[in-house]
């Protein structure tokens, strides 16, 4: 018999409430032999108002022996703004050398795009997840004051970027369309944007089979609502990233649907998975959630342990509910439909 | 009789076609007392590739003895990525200092949105244009090689934010719906974001009629899909504003219709319009492109210098046109047929 050691951070707002949906749904996904030892930690706000702490230093350690990390997620309007995402989520994405943030944009059958004409929409984007514009690497002079300046450094390595290229173009490669699409702002971030460009051209030349082009920022969010189609696989960075995969959930039925993976390929360090979504503290405890892009991510997370049956069959779950859906559910209910399908 | 001094820069691409039309129907819609003095300078590729000159300081000086600017599009392949666009476009609305870059996001009758459900959309974006992540601070070291390192340094003043801050409440509190939306990354980019927060916050003070919200910006490009309705007036910075207004030109029928002003309102300098779409080498010298975006602009800069009503023409025409649509015209049948609606 085979075991997992997973963490859990079901953090704020409906946090809590969707990943006890996703741990539902993996116990039914999960081979019987395959034991689950779970830890929950409770970061988040009400750790910060107890103690100050956001992450404390034992806790990263202890994570640092766990297989796996499932989050719920992160941020309270109780909390300044910034203090949990840099100190609790961004740290532990850095830590932990999160360099591939996947994000599917898939419309799934049944499922209801704000845009006209049934669009097909079927891509990922690889979102790097460990240098641009996220790095934290910026302070204040006159702090306060109407003198006041602010800086934003954003930091790109050929290092960094040459990984997550190379994990696209792979992943492209895998595909039956074999098309990796580069998003960046090359005409105005030239020194950024120009060392993406040639490690994009570079890395491409192992990869001929890999069709590429490349749309700036701006035009690409056009191409998102227009043509969403025409997009396989994308590569970007930090900030781009975080930007285009909230608007391919929006095309692709909402946030409530899409699910996430900040992945350590080289398994160093655990692998998290979480919702794209935030913690809502406005439907939070309501039982109004939607835990579908928890499970998403629970099956993202059973795909990256190996267990890629399993991860199929939760996605086929996952399928058929939103195929069959009608009326208004609870967040438990939902979870208990999956489940129902996935053991079923 | 009073005189206006006009630099036209048709720049590259469809830049000349869609600049003749706008100044077919500046010509319509001007009182015939006033005399306009029109100078082209050829800036763009054909300059570059003749000179290595983007923007000679000869004709820096000049252009500041204008009264306003009419610009094409700058861009071309055969250039290196940046060059034009740091070298020319961008280095005008610097010079100059265009800190109110606008872009209107209205949905007129008779256009088709890529959105289902015929949404309404009536929304301003005032996009901060001197400062933030476009200010060209970076660099790169070990340059070209496996260990290089990039960076781009995003600059952000109290006093740059509360100029453009500023100028959005006054907007705000002169429409009918009197709402202010400030988009940023403040839970990320928590220098640069909390320095707007404050300042948006401390400015508002003074428009108490003016209800406002916040929203990060990868939020913020759900809504612009889910529910653009809910925008009156947005204000952000430069590369937050570049992103959102090329989906909101999507949302709202395409950049053949958007429109922008880069505005300097102290008048030290004159101020440039421009349609917000690129120089699309592909359909260039085809008289496919719609000059639409282009003769909006061109009513920005007649309400710019003091023309509201025949601005208000100007527009009242493209709507009519706009109505009127069926099949495909050439970028010159659609100016003829909007400059008419402005004679007749
Ligand atoms: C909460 C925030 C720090 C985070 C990000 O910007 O990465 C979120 O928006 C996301 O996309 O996971
Ligand atoms: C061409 C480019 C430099 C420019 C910008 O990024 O501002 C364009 O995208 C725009 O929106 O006017």
Redesign the pocket.
């Known amino acids: 018999s085979r075991s997992l050691r997973l963490a859990v951070v079901p953090g704020d707002g409906i946090g809590q409430e969707v990943v006890a949906e996703g741990l539902k749904v993996l116990a039914a996904a999960l081979p019987a032999d395959v034991k689950v030892e779970t830890t929950e930690y409770d970061l988040g706000a009400r750790l910060y108002h107890r103690t100050g702490e956001t992450l404390p230093g034992a806790v990263l350690e202890e994570l640092k022996t766990q297989d796996a990390i499932l989050l719920g997620a992160i941020g309270d309007p109780s909390v300044p703004s910034g203090v949990l995402e840099r100190g609790l989520l961004l740290k532990l994405r850095f830590a932990f050398d999160h360099h591939i943030n996947l994000r599917p944009g898939k419309l799934l059958p049944g499922v209801q795009s704000p845009l006209a004409g049934d669009p097909k929409i079927d891509f990922v984007v690889v979102r790097e997840g460990t240098e641009g514009p996220y790095v934290g690497n910026g302070g204040t002079l006159r702090t306060g004051t109407e003198h006041e300046v602010a800086t934003e450094v954003s930091l790109n390595t050929a290092f960094g970027i040459e990984r997550v290229v190379r994990d696209a173009y792979k992943r492209a490669a895998a595909r039956p369309r074999k098309k990796l699409t580069l998003v960046h702002?090359n005409?105005?971030l030239v020194h950024a944007g120009h060392l993406w460009s040639r490690i994009f051209a570079e890395v491409g030349r192992e990869f001929p089979e890999v069709s590429t082009d490349y749309l700036?920022v701006?035009?690409a969010t056009i191409f998102f609502v227009t043509q969403p189609e025409r997009f396989d696989v994308i590569v970007t960075d930090n900030l781009f990233g975080d930007i285009l995969t909230d608007l391919a959930a929006a095309v692709t039925g909402g946030i409530g649907l899409a699910a996430s993976g900040n992945i350590n390929p080289t398994g160093a360090f655990p692998s998290m998975f979480e919702p794209v979504h935030g913690s809502a503290p406005d439907i939070a405890g309501q039982g109004k959630a939607d835990p579908t892009a928890t499970v998403l991510s629970v099956a993202m997370l059973l795909e990256h342990l190996g267990f890629a049956e399993e991860a199929a069959k939760v996605e086929a779950a996952v399928a058929a509910d939103l195929l069959a859906r009608s009326g208004t559910r609870s967040t438990s209910e939902v979870g208990d439909a999956i489940a129902a399908r996935v053991s079923g």
Do not use: E, I, T, Y
């Open positions: 702002k005409n105005v700036h701006d035009a």
